[in-house]
């Protein structure tokens, strides 16, 4: 077994325990449902240590969707239902895509 795998398995183990079901529509596509992981309220560090601002990120496993600027992500959980665009660029690392949320 190698490394992959391991990060590939913890990843899925993660999602399963954590995720919430969302649907992510691109442009006039029809929507892909996924798990995903939302993270609320997080710092965004700046120059020298400082909080620069303060953002909402969505995770994605990247087997079920790579997320770029524009998709967008609804989901309803314990706050109500929630749709919100994605913003930023997403950071990936081959397991787990991560996205700033517009809004």
């Known amino acids: 077994m ?3 795998v391991v990060f ?3 990843a899925a183990d993660l999602f399963a325990e954590l995720g919430v079901a969302a649907l992510v529509v691109r442009g006039a ?6 798990l995903i992981i939302v993270q609320r ?3 965004r560090i700046g120059e020298y240590g400082t909080a620069a601002t303060r953002v909402d990120t969505v995770a994605f496993r990247v087997d079920e969707w790579t997320p770029r600027a524009g998709d967008l992500v609804t989901w309803a959980d314990r706050l109500g239902t929630h749709a919100r ?3 930023g660029l997403p950071d990936n690392d081959g397991f787990v895509a991560t996205a ?3 809004g």
Do not use: M, T, Y
């Open 29 to 34: 596509d029809a929507p892909v449902p996924v």
């Open 2 to 4: 190698n490394a992959d």
């Open 8 to 10: 590939a398995d913890a």
């Open 85 to 87: 665009k994605v913003d």
């Open 41 to 43: 309220d997080q710092e």
């Open 100 to 102: 700033v949320l517009h």
